[in-house]
């Protein structure tokens, strides 16, 4: 069986420009989060979608960052306008509702 | 929110036993404890997960102890693979959201 799987691997921009991240879960699991990993720090939580609902954004910052779960499958991450500060690793996961969450490899984005 | 708290780093040589602590003083009644492992520049992988006493699979033991409020996670005869940042996590199946990975503990083991 697959994995969460996220595109692109890595992404370099240029600062102000916008980019995307896209994430497809496991087969099955309705729960899908999005993390920013900082180099050096553990996860944290941007956003949570149980099926297309975001039922937990109050980490995401609303003014640049968007996400979207439409179909409650696949999602995406978007930030725009870049600054040099979202440079970090963007993690999209997913569980069944159970205590386990499966991480994908990880979106590397460095804003230049 | 159970916070957890955990060693920055740890050495270890290859072969001997690891037992990585951590302590969650808050925990709640419905938390579980989890335990992630993270190689450089790869999502976090689940380890084991438990609830109270041990826990054992194939690749570490958990132990709880009956207070709860610390874990240890138990990794036999490591390896130079298994040089990696562990997490140590508490949340519950209503409030998973809120899980809290810390900054971990960097294992680095040597030859």
């Known amino acids: 069986e697959a994995g969460v799987v996220q595109s692109p691997r890595y992404k370099i921009i240029e600062k102000k420009q916008p980019v995307a991240f896209w994430c497809n879960p496991i087969?099955?699991?309705?729960?899908l989060y999005w993390y920013l990993q900082n180099l050096g720090q553990g996860p944290e939580l941007l956003i949570r979608?149980?099926?297309?609902?975001?039922?937990?954004d109050s980490q995401l910052p609303k003014d640049r960052f968007s996400a979207e779960r439409l179909k409650g499958v696949d999602s995406t991450l978007k930030i725009q306008p870049a600054e040099l500060g979202d440079s970090a690793v963007y993690l999209c996961?997913?569980?069944?509702?159970?205590?386990?969450?499966?991480f994908g490899e990880g979106s590397w984005l460095t804003v230049v | 929110l159970a916070k957890t708290t955990q060693p920055i780093s740890m050495d270890s040589y290859e072969g001997q036993e690891v037992n990585i602590t951590c302590s969650h003083n808050n925990i709640a009644t419905n938390d579980y404890i989890t335990w992630y492992q993270q190689f450089p520049s790869q999502g976090p992988r689940f380890i084991i997960q438990g609830y109270k006493t041990k826990v054992t699979n194939e690749v570490a033991s958990l132990f709880i102890p009956a207070d709860r409020k610390s874990s240890t996670l138990s990794l036999p005869r490591v390896s130079l693979s298994d040089t990696a940042v562990y997490y140590c996590l508490v949340g519950d199946n209503d409030n998973f959201n809120k899980f809290y990975f810390g900054s971990g503990t960097k294992l680095n083991v040597k030859p």
């Open positions: 996961a997913s569980s069944d509702r159970g205590n386990t969450i499966y």
């Open positions: 979608y149980e099926n297309e609902e975001a039922v937990d």
């Open positions: 087969s099955g699991h309705n729960t």
